[in-house]
Each structure stands twice: as C-alpha cells, then as structure tokens.
C-alpha cells in the first residue's frame, strides 16, 4: 500500500515518538494533530528550535511534523492512516473530531487500543455511515518512552519484538499488518478480532496490579523520593502472584470462548513478555525473574505525585488506574460475566482501584442515583448477551 501522508493524533510520549520514527521509515510527509491545551503551539515551536522531534536510546530518528495543528481540517484530509496515540479516554471523543474528515479508503486506529476500542470506534464510524474506512487496533504501544524536551527530545527505553494488532473488517489485517511494520519498524501480528485485541491488553493486568500490590497497604502517609518504589523492577513475590491470578482469569475468559471465536493471540502474561521482549530479559524462569531482570523497565519509578516539598503520595489518577481499569481490566471482567467465568482477582483489584478512582467499576449499568458507568464495557454498546459479543466479533 503506497501512503502519501500519515497523521499522528496526540501529543504525549508516544505521540512524539512515533512522528519521527514514522517519518523515518516510510519517507512520507507525517503531520501532527493535537488538540489538547497548547500542545501543538508547544510541538510547533519545540521542534522548530531543535531542527525535528529526535528519538534517541534504542531508536534513533529525527524529524519535523510538516504541519502541526489543534485543528483537525488542517491536518487530517489527504492522510492515509490516521493513529490515535492518546489516552483511551480521548478515544472517542477525538475520532468524533476527526471522522469527517476522513478520506475514503483510509485507515483511522489507536496504538495502543485497549480494552473495548473496536466497540467505541465502530459506533463512532456507524453514526457517521463511515463504512469505507478500516479500523485497527493495536495491542499496546511498541516501546517504553519518555519526553526528555516538550517538542524537541524524546527517550526510548526499550522497544518490544514484536506487538499484535487487529482490524475491522479482519478479512483486511493482510493490507494493514504490513503498513504498520514499515511505520513502527518491527514485525506486527495478527489478532483475529477485536475482542482477541482486547483480552489480549496486559497494560490491563501489569499496572493496575502492581499498584494494588504497591499501594493496597499504604497507610496514607506521604513518603520522601528515596523511598519511591521501582514500578517493574521493585515486583515482589506476592505482586508475580497477583499478577499471575489476573493473567489466569483472562485465559478462563479465553478457554470458555475459544470454541467460538479464534483467540490465539491472547497469550498468559508470562508468555507474552518473553515473546515481546526476548533477549532484552536476562532470567525467563519466573513471571517474577522476567520482570526484574527486563532491561527495558530498568529505572522506572512508580507513579507518584509531591504532596509538600520532597514528599512524595501515589498518584492514583496516573493512567495506571485511571485508564487501565475503566478501559481494561472492568472491560476484562464485564467479558467474563458474560461468559460466565468467576474473577475474584480481578474484582479484588477493580474494588481497590474503584476506592481511589471514586467510581464503580464493578457496575455493569447505570444505577438509580449515580452516574453512568464509565468503563467501555461491552454492556455499554448493547452487547448484553454472550451471544451478542460473539456476533459482534464474528462480523469483523
């Protein structure tokens, strides 16, 4: 598929990252859509200091946007592939922004998707009558990342082997698979549906457990930076456990619908890290081992934020919990209550979570009295029978 231009839609890490990273791969013009606060005066004038946006560390890339807006007739027409790289929470709302604009033939998705992407993203096509624009999705993002410079510098840390994704329709993986390798650089899978896609999400599983994990006992009394936690590294022995309990729920979630839906691609946790980042983890042994010993998490720190001068609290609103429990694992545990299949790790650390969050995400409809459910859960898109979420992926 030749492209002639790609839109990047965001304007954090990944966003950042990709635009170079795309350019440099594919050779076409990449433009930049961030419609948040002033990120896009800030990209403008960041990358026109610094001569581009530059990956360094385990990706090296450098490139200007050709044009960056917080206006998405400016910058979306004309794009072959458009990529959502933001919270799943924007998800909606943006493509609601850029759905007009959309040339016929293109292809709009998010990297990464998420729990319950294809539900969202094919309502917003549907109320357009959209129907001549594929939908992917990716599984997570391709590399840890972080912004060194607003706009001008940002640092890989690792980058996986390899990432699943999937399409609406799948019968077209064939055409998008291909495209995504050359944009991000390394070999994509295929997930046969968007429901594989979206049990197959371990952002669901790795974050909002290790927080429970570091968090749960935390008796609310704010810490100095020294005693900030490691995220991955610092993984306990009762953490793996956690872990491993989440991971076991998803794959009775797998075995209960395998029969009817090809779910290959959602894989044990453990399995999935080592596939994902092969010889970048020194000890494979243990769900633990792989944790501590992966290089690609070296360094990284829990999510925190300062309280008073040097003191440090958890930030429960991080994306750790604020976008993988409404937008992951609640999505996991409404799937599972259709499929009749019992999470109790998975409530444990929802109820946990829903605490902080002040929401609940164990609710599967609106009750008398609170707001509506938040989660993008199956439920929420009128899939509210087993036999409804089959149909549903079966028709991609």
Same mark, same amino acid.
């Given at each position: ?15 950042? =990252? ?8 594919? /050779? ?16 403008? =004038? ?48 943006? #493509? ?98 968007? #429901? ?17 994990? #570091?968090?749960? /006992? ?11 936690? #490691? ?16 991971? $076991? ?30 010889? =970048? ?35 429960? /609103? ?5 976008? $993988? ?14 499929? /009749?299949?019992?999470?109790? =790790? ?51």
């Amino acid at each position: 598929m030749k492209v002639r231009k790609i839109t990047v839609c965001g304007g954090g890490n990944g966003a950042q =990252a990709l635009v170079p990273i795309a350019a440099h791969n594919v /050779g076409c013009p990449v433009d930049l859509y961030a419609p948040y606060a002033d990120e896009a005066e800030r990209i403008r =004038a960041g990358s026109a200091d610094h001569g581009g946006i530059e990956v360094t560390g385990a990706v090296l890339a450098k490139a200007r946007p050709r044009r960056t807006s917080a206006n998405p007739a400016k910058v979306i027409p004309g794009s072959d592939l458009v990529v959502l790289v933001l919270p799943a929470f924007a998800h909606a709302s943006t #493509l609601r922004e850029v759905v007009t604009f959309l040339d016929a033939g293109a292809w709009v998705g998010a990297i990464p998707a998420r729990g319950g992407f294809h539900y969202c993203a094919a309502q917003v096509l549907k109320e357009h009558d959209r129907d001549d624009v594929g939908l992917f999705g990716l599984q997570t993002l391709p590399w840890a990342c972080r912004i060194r410079e607003y706009g001008r510098v940002v640092y890989v840390l690792g980058v996986k082997r390899i990432v699943d994704a999937a399409s609406r329709p799948a019968a077209k993986i064939g055409e998008i698979a291909p495209l995504l390798e050359r944009v991000l650089g390394l070999p994509v899978g295929a997930a046969a549906n968007g #429901l594989a896609l979206t049990l197959a999400n371990t952002g669901q599983l790795i974050h909002p457990g290790i927080m429970y994990v #570091l968090f749960v /006992g935390w008796d609310s009394r704010p810490f100095s930076a020294s005693d900030i936690p #490691l995220f991955y590294h610092g993984l306990s022995e009762e953490g793996a456990r956690v872990l491993a309990g989440l991971s $076991d729920e998803v794959q009775a979630i797998r075995a209960r619908l395998d029969t009817a839906l090809d779910l290959t691609a959602v894989r044990p946790l453990k399995e999935w890290l080592v596939r994902s980042y092969g010889d =970048a983890i020194a000890d494979p042994s243990t769900l633990r081992s792989a944790f501590v010993t992966n290089r690609a998490y070296a360094g990284l720190e829990a999510p925190v934020r300062e309280v008073a001068p040097g003191r440090f609290a958890p930030d429960f /609103g991080a994306r750790y919990l604020a976008e $993988d429990v409404p937008f992951g694992l609640a999505v996991s545990r409404a799937i599972a209550r259709l499929a /009749g299949v019992e999470t109790p =790790a998975m409530d444990r650390v929802i109820t946990w979570a829903s605490m902080h969050l002040g929401r609940d995400y164990l609710s599967l409809a609106p009750r008398a009295g609170l707001e509506p459910v938040g989660a993008r859960i199956p439920q929420k898109y009128g899939l509210e029978s087993l036999e409804q979420l089959i149909s549903f992926a079966n028709e991609e």
